[in-house]
């Protein structure tokens, strides 16, 4: 088992930025990835970023390509999302999520274990 914490969420302006982080614990794994999915009201789940754990490749859904910056803490077992220039669309729950068997994978269903998310809103 693997047990994932979310925190940083907030309410910020258009404009602003957040940092997220999420720590994991339990069943630590040295491969796979760890990654952020996105779901706001009304709305499907989509992939925000993912982590390659083993390696060092980072993933990134086009809509936040040069705003958003994953980073990852491996002593730590913690993956970080800084979020600059939020936009209202960008508001949503923000889930992290654990892959021990797809590095890099940008489906949901790859994710095996996920974190209970935090609110991230952006005003106008």
């Known amino acids: 088992q693997v047990q994932l914490v979310e925190s940083g969420g907030g309410l910020v302006q258009a404009g602003g930025s957040l940092r997220l982080s999420c720590k994991a614990s339990g069943r630590i794994f040295t491969s796979g990835a760890m990654g952020w999915f996105r779901q706001a009201a009304g709305k499907e789940r989509e992939f925000v970023t993912a982590?390659?754990?083993?390696?060092?490749?980072?993933r990134y859904t086009d809509s936040v390509k040069g705003r958003f910056t994953a980073s990852r803490d491996r002593a730590e077992n913690t993956i970080y999302l800084q979020m600059d220039s939020l936009k209202p669309e960008d508001t949503a729950i923000y889930y992290c999520?654990?892959?021990?068997?797809?590095?890099?994978?940008?489906?949901?269903?790859?994710?095996?274990?996920w974190g209970q998310g935090t609110q991230v809103t952006v005003s106008s």
């Open positions: 982590v390659s754990w083993g390696g060092n490749g980072i």
């Open positions: 999520a654990v892959s021990q068997t797809h590095p890099g994978s940008t489906f949901g269903g790859n994710y095996r274990y």
